[in-house]
C-alpha cells in the first residue's frame, strides 16, 4: 500500500484509499497507483475505499458508513474522484470531471473538450483535437489535471508547456502558426528591417516564401532579419524557392 496522510496524497485531498480493481492494492489516488505500478487503474471500476480514519473496507461512496468521515467535499460516483471542494462537475461529453464551475465553461462537440465560454465561437476547431497527445511532453491532454491552452490554430497544449514554449519560440509546434498576436512585434521588426540596409549585393535580391500564418506564397525582397508575407504582413514566413535578382537587376 502507498503511504498517503489521513487526507489524501499530493495529487488530491481525501479521506480514503482506492481499492484497486486490477491489483487489490490500496492507494490515495489513480495517480499514485500508475506512478508505483507497471499498469493503470481504471478509475471506472473502482467499487471499493478503505477510511483513512477507522480503516474500515467499504463501498465506494462520500461519507464512511462507520465513522461518518467525509471522504471528500466532492465525490463523483461515477468517476469515483474524491476531493476538496474546487466547483468540479462531471461532463457526460468528456466522461471524466472537469474543474469549473460549471457554468464558466462548454462542451465543444467537436473539439470533444470542455472550453471556457470566452471562446464560443471564437476557437477554431479541430475534430477530437483533445485526443491528441501534447506536441511538448507528449503527455495526455484529454485527461490531465494541467488545463488545455488552446492556440488560435485550433492545436491544444498543456498550459505550463505553452508558458515554456513561448520562452524559446512562439509558433505552435505543429502547423507553425503563430501561437499568439504578434501584430506589434512584427510592427517592431518593419522599423528594425527599414533602419538596417542590407550588402548591396543583396539589396535585390528576390525570394519567394510561404507564410505560416495565412499560407500566402509571396515574392519579397530578401532581408536577413526577416521577409514580410504580402497578404497578411506576417514574419512568420519561410522561404520555399530559390533565389533571384529584381528585374531591374536582370
Known amino acids: 500500500m502507498a503511504a498517503a496522510g489521513e487526507r489524501g496524497c499530493e495529487h488530491y485531498q481525501r479521506g480514503c484509499l482506492l481499492r484497486a480493481p486490477c491489483c487489490g492494492k490500496l492507494y490515495a489516488c489513480r495517480l499514485c497507483h500508475d506512478g508505483a505500478e507497471e499498469h493503470r487503474l481504471d478509475r471506472f471500476r473502482v467499487a471499493e475505499v478503505k477510511c483513512t480514519r477507522c480503516r474500515l473496507l467499504q463501498k465506494a461512496q462520500q461519507r464512511c458508513e462507520g465513522c461518518d468521515n467525509l471522504f471528500g467535499e466532492y465525490y463523483c460516483g461515477i468517476c469515483h474522484l474524491f476531493d476538496s471542494d474546487k466547483k468540479q462537475y462531471h461532463c457526460p461529453e468528456c466522461g471524466i470531471c472537469r474543474i469549473g464551475p460549471k457554468e464558466d465553461f462548454f462542451h465543444c462537440s467537436k473539439c470533444n473538450l470542455c472550453l471556457s465560454l470566452s471562446l464560443r465561437g471564437k476557437h477554431k476547431c479541430i475534430e477530437n483535437v483533445s485526443r491528441q497527445d501534447c506536441p511538448i ?48 512585434y512584427w510592427r517592431q521588426l518593419d522599423d ?37 508575407c504580402k497578404n497578411c504582413e506576417s514574419y512568420n514566413t519561410t522561404q520555399y524557392g530559390r533565389c533571384s535578382l529584381s528585374l531591374e537587376e536582370q
Open 137 to 184: 511532453c507528449l503527455e495526455d491532454i484529454h485527461t490531465s489535471r494541467v488545463g488545455a491552452h488552446v492556440l488560435p490554430c485550433g492545436h491544444l497544449l498543456h498550459r505550463t508547456c505553452y508558458e515554456d514554449m513561448l520562452r524559446e519560440g512562439y509558433r505552435c509546434p505543429l502547423c507553425m502558426h503563430s501561437a499568439l498576436d504578434m501584430t506589434r
Open 192 to 228: 528594425e528591417v527599414a533602419h538596417t540596409p542590407m550588402p548591396t549585393e543583396y539589396q535585390n535580391v528576390m525570394v519567394e516564401i510561404l507564410c505560416n500564418d495565412c499560407n500566402a506564397r509571396s515574392t519579397v525582397q530578401f532581408h536577413v532579419l526577416g521577409m514580410k
